[in-house]
């Protein structure tokens, strides 16, 4: 179905002017925002932990970071039963925070911002994670200490010393 449309517009391609060939490349620019937006309404929407589960791993899986908002306030959301085991896991304990790891860069704010804010132990470890493993070790705690060295708060402030803590603990 999709691979044909694909089929179809790649062999068309060559054959187009320079303009409809940007206008139909840009079609699929089109049809990701639409997926975005389609993903991250079933997430706030639906009370399908499935539904919920199936969005946060397809907004990982194509690197939607139009979804990182809606995957930051569940980063802590854990589906009810055992993970889907397949030759590869679609995704452990915590789907969103793997979702965001694999959305990557834009997603560091957003864990930087948490690790700030937040005072659940569990969120706190988990937008840790996403920010080491989003980044190089070595970005990651440049970010975490830009974002201290620039907190005026001290409430703010001594909870990202605390992520700085929770950032060394991890595999480097």
Not at 50 to 57: E, F, K, R, S
Not at 78 to 105: D, N, T
Not at 118 to 142: G, H, N, S
């Amino acid at each position: 179905m999709i691979e044909d449309r694909i089929m179809g517009m790649m062999k068309n391609l060559a054959s187009l002017s320079d303009d409809d060939q940007m206008k139909l490349l840009s079609q699929v620019d089109s049809q990701r925002a639409d997926l975005a937006r389609a993903l991250i309404e079933h997430l706030e929407t639906s009370d399908s932990e499935a539904v919920q589960a199936g969005a946060i791993y397809l907004i990982g899986r194509h690197r939607l970071a139009e979804g990182v908002g809606a995957l930051i306030q569940r980063i802590d959301f854990e589906p009810k039963g055992p993970p889907i085991r397949e030759p590869e896991p679609l995704w452990e304990r915590y789907p969103a925070m793997e979702a965001l790891i694999h959305i990557g860069r834009p997603s560091v704010p957003a864990a930087a911002e948490l690790l700030a804010a937040d005072d659940a132990d569990l969120r706190r470890d988990l937008a840790a994670k996403v920010v080491r493993y989003a980044e190089d070790a070595k970005v990651a705690r440049f970010v975490l200490e830009q974002a201290h060295a620039g907190e005026r708060d001290p409430a703010r402030k001594a909870r990202l010393q605390d992520g700085l803590a929770r950032l060394d603990k991890l595999p480097q």
